[in-house]
């Protein structure tokens, strides 16, 4: 955990907790005893502390999150307060990594000297958090007011060169950094520069006052719902204005304030939803990988062109196959003109455009693709097309190819049925647009083999996505669950309220859009499809024919101009239209409706609950593996507010108890379908036991 060598009279204390020397209470123990060895040393004259391998310290131990270790003795206030009482003094030797509470040890050092290249942050505010062990009120002290202020509210790293000219680093050092260290060390008691603490230094600025109000406000501003960085500025304003001993005791306060809300609840979910999201229970994390250094993608159309940029910008060349040329053509025209566009953003530099698409090979022949390491399907949604498709991948793929499925609703168990190699098929579920969607649904078939499985977990993070594993089902995770959201949207609509005031309520609560909005964004003839579908296979299953009635007028959403709002040419806003009331109100005469006022907390709550109802019977079905993982589908892939978590996380926060209770009154609605307000059985069970489903 933690190694000593002796340099001479300087002793070297190496922090080892890989991977990025988290301070967990076994390390914090070890400094403090080791700190303590050094003082009763008379050979030793001073103390250097680094970190051993690819960090100097990430800060806390996250593993220790949610336990009493967190916070129990030494404290890293503790370690920082016996550093500072070193009679001996103590120099921090910091490289590549020096974040959060590794920082904030880094300060309470009597002195810090640091490489090039090395990452300085206070990131805790991505969790909805400040600093808690002194970084408000000491980095300040030597960064200046703004620059701390900038660090702390962002949480941004910064590079530890653009700050040499600061009081944090006393010296910045090339080359081997311990043995600069140990020299610098040894200089210092030569020198009789005594045993300066950060604390003591006054914070410098011509008007701290007015720019910490400026500050408040802006931040106040963009911030939004997250309550943290405002909460930051509070902290700094206390380093500003108090005593060093009294601004520690109010950044202590004002984390105990923030530890306890909902957004950092939902943050820190979100940030262990996504570790938890890669962790397979039967899928050992040295599964052996295949290689997949080339890729193919069948269909140059919607999807297919966006996952084609995917892997392109990712480095892995691709063969675009299409059988029609014309759709080839036009495909390929897609791709460059949304490289051109990103380069015209400048997100991307002019030479790129050119060097990405070379790494396209398009092609109407599948001889063109034996040596494809993977090949992800985009074909049309048509069980007869996919057969077509995947035996000629049967035939020319060669051996330990993984052939992936981008279907939205097809039986993916069934797909790979038309191959001789089951294992090597899996879906992969990408969203629309593909090259900006950060969600993919890997979609685990009966007989995927596990490496096939792992190795596109892998390489969903190469594409820079938000891997998931679901099982097979209609509709998977996310599209499952948006059915139960859709139809209660639909129900509300019969019941009195407009599809307006239903956006306007789902906005509020702060999903990214609505759900009449987003019908019309996506195309309502994609559920319409759907719909017909079921009618056929689930004829109890109720819904509301009003968006038939919809699609029946031609009313696809923004595509065709009109949906349930009206668009005018090249504009995206959604404007009311009197056709839409008209055709709402004949229909509730129609099916006998005296239309009644529905409340935004009505409506936000039929539409959460819903989701997270089939949520729930997903995870008992297993087709999720953890309620986290539904989370982060929502957040990553529907537009889910982050700071409410997710509907699991939601309904947890909300109470299951008191979820059941409103459920019962949903239920006592008959146009709402009292049918799916029954409590999954999980739901129930947790709810009886006082349980949850996050944990
Ligand atoms: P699309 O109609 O835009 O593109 C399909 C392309 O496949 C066309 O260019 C067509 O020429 C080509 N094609 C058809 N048959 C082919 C064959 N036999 N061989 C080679 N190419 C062939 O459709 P899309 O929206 O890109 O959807 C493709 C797949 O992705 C579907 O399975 C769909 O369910 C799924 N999907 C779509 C979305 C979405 O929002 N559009 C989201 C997730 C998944």
Not at 24 to 34: E, S
Not at 147 to 155: E, K, R
Not at 229 to 234: G, I
Not at 362 to 380: H, K
Request: glycine residues 10%; contains cysteine.
């Amino acid at each position: 955990m933690l190694t000593t060598e002796n340099h001479g009279d300087v002793t070297v204390l190496t922090m080892n907790n890989p991977p990025v020397n988290g301070l967990g209470q076994g390390l914090r123990t070890a400094i403090v005893d080791a700190l303590h060895a050094a003082q009763a040393d008379p050979a030793i004259r001073a103390v250097v502390i680094t970190g051993g391998g690819t960090a100097f310290s990430g800060g806390a131990d996250i593993r220790e999150f949610n336990s009493p270790k967190a916070m129990a003795e030494p404290t890293l206030f503790t370690v920082i307060r016996e550093i500072e009482r070193s009679a001996k003094p103590v120099v921090a030797a910091i490289h590549s990594v020096c974040m959060g509470g590794g920082l904030e040890l880094a300060l309470g050092c009597h002195f810090r000297v640091a490489a090039p290249k090395a990452k300085i942050a206070l990131p805790e505010v991505k969790l909805g958090l400040l600093p808690g062990a002194g970084g408000t009120q000491r980095l300040p002290r030597v960064v200046g007011l703004e620059t701390a202020l900038n660090m702390i509210v962002s949480g941004s790293p910064v590079n530890s060169e653009k700050l040499a000219g600061t009081r944090l680093f006393d010296a910045m050092i090339e080359g081997d950094l311990v043995a600069g260290a140990v020299t610098f060390a040894r200089a210092a008691v030569d020198e009789k520069r005594g045993l300066p603490r950060v604390r003591d230094l006054a914070i410098e600025h011509e008007d701290a006052e007015a720019f910490l109000q400026f500050s408040r406000n802006t931040v106040t501003a963009m911030a939004k719902n997250f309550p943290a960085p405002a909460k930051c500025v509070d902290a700094l304003a206390a380093a500003v204005k108090l005593p060093f001993d009294e601004g520690i005791a109010r950044e202590r306060e004002l984390f105990t304030e923030l530890i306890q809300t909902p957004e950092s609840r939902a943050l820190r979910h979100a940030f262990f939803a996504e570790r938890a999201a890669s962790k397979i229970p039967d899928v050992p994390k040295d599964t052996p990988l295949r290689t997949v250094a080339s890729a193919a993608v069948i269909g140059a159309g919607t999807m297919g062109g966006g996952i084609t940029m995917n892997f392109i910008n990712a480095g892995i060349p691709v063969h675009l196959l299409e059988t029609d040329a014309k759709a080839l053509e036009r495909g390929v025209a897609t791709i460059r003109r949304n490289y051109e566009n990103s380069a015209k953003k400048g997100k991307i530099k002019a030479d790129d455009v050119e060097r990405r698409m070379a790494m396209i090979s398009p092609t109407m022949s599948y001889d063109d693709l034996v040596a494809d390491d993977i090949v992800v399907e985009a074909v049309f949604e048509d069980m007869e097309v996919k057969r077509a498709v995947f035996g000629e991948l049967d035939r020319v793929m060669k051996p330990g190819a993984i052939l992936a499925t981008n279907t939205s609703t097809l039986d993916v168990d069934q797909i790979a049925d038309f191959t001789a190699r089951p294992g090597d098929v899996i879906g992969m579920h990408f969203f629309s647009p593909a090259n900006v969607m950060k969600l993919l649904e890997i979609v685990r078939g009966a007989k995927t083999a596990k490496d096939v499985l792992a190795t596109v977990m892998k390489l969903s993070k190469t594409l820079r996505k938000t891997g998931v594993v679901a099982g097979v089902c209609d509709g998977f995770i996310g599209n499952r669950m948006i059915e139960q959201y859709s139809r209660q949207a639909g129900f509300m609509v019969d019941e009195g309220a407009s599809p307006a005031q239903i956006d306007r309520a789902a906005e509020k609560f702060g999903f990214a859009m609505g759900p009449f909005r987003m019908g019309d964004l996506a195309g309502n003839d994609v559920g319409w499809y759907i719909r017909k579908r079921r009618y056929v296979e689930k004829p109890d299953m109720s819904y509301s024919r009003l968006a038939d009635r919809l699609c029946e007028l031609g009313r696809f959403g923004q595509k065709t101009g009109a949906g349930w709002y009206r668009y005018e040419k090249g504009n995206r806003n959604a404007l009311p239209d009197p056709v839409v009331d008209k055709l709402i109100d004949e229909y509730r005469s129609e099916i006998g409706i005296t239309p009644r006022k529905i409340s935004d907390d009505e409506i936000v709550h039929r539409l959460v609950f819903a989701l997270m109802n089939e949520g729930a019977k997903i995870l008992e079905d297993g087709i999720a593996l953890r309620a986290s993982d539904i989370d982060l589908i929502y957040l990553s892939g529907y537009g889910f507010p982050l700071w409410r978590g997710g509907p699991m996380l939601y309904a947890d926060m909300f109470g299951l108890y008191n979820v059941i209770n409103r459920m019962q009154e949903f239920a006592a609605n008959p146009y709402g379908d009292p049918e799916s307000w029954k409590p999954a059985p999980l739901l129930a069970k947790l709810a009886a036991e006082g349980g949850s489903f996050t944990g």
